[in-house]
């Protein structure tokens, strides 16, 4: 059984997305994977450094794809019990952290997420069935 409600902060660039800032890059392979989190209940953040326009077109991106976003760059309900700006999530998916399974696309310098990898460590963690 999947856990039910929970926060994950997810980040874009090299993660969502492959590597193009300013742009965006192409799927990095996430739509399957966070769809399927969004559809067992869990509340998604997207966590960047992006800001501005440029963090209203990765939002876009969202929307445009069917992929509701409980919060941007925010957990709306840690303000209850701290003022502390990083946000707070049970799970961060980035492929800048350590552990976090890369993969390299042909043609591109930098390696992405694999969300492959990534599904299978979600569903052994507990968050996918």
Same mark, same amino acid.
């Given at each position: 059984? %999947?856990?039910?409600?929970? *926060? =994950? &902060? =997810? +980040? #874009?660039?090299?993660?969502?997305?492959?590597?193009?800032?300013? $742009?965006?890059?192409?799927? &990095?392979? %996430? *739509?399957? *994977?966070?769809?399927?989190?969004?559809?067992?209940?869990? !509340?998604?953040?997207?966590?960047?450094? !992006?800001?501005?326009?440029?963090?209203? !077109? &990765?939002? $876009?991106? #969202?929307?445009?794809?069917?992929?509701?976003?409980?919060?941007?760059?925010?957990?709306?309900?840690?303000? !209850?019990?701290?003022?502390?700006?990083? *946000?707070?999530?049970?799970?961060?998916?980035?492929?800048?952290?350590?552990?976090?399974?890369?993969? #390299?696309?042909?043609? $591109?310098?930098?390696?992405?997420?694999?969300?492959?990898?990534?599904?299978?460590?979600?569903?052994? $963690?507990? #968050?996918? +069935?």
């Amino acid at each position: 059984m %999947a856990i039910r409600d929970a *926060v =994950i &902060a =997810i +980040d #874009f660039d090299g993660t969502v997305v492959t590597h193009a800032y300013p $742009e965006i890059g192409e799927d &990095a392979g %996430a *739509v399957p *994977v966070l769809k399927e989190l969004t559809d067992n209940g869990c !509340r998604l953040i997207l966590y960047s450094m !992006r800001h501005g326009k440029l963090l209203d !077109r &990765a939002v $876009e991106w #969202f929307r445009k794809r069917g992929i509701p976003l409980y919060a941007v760059n925010e957990n709306p309900e840690q303000k !209850r019990w701290t003022s502390s700006p990083k *946000v707070h999530a049970d799970l961060y998916i980035d492929d800048s952290n350590l552990g976090c399974p890369l993969r #390299f696309i042909d043609g $591109e310098k930098r390696p992405v997420a694999d969300w492959v990898r990534i599904r299978e460590q979600l569903v052994r $963690e507990g #968050f996918l +069935d």
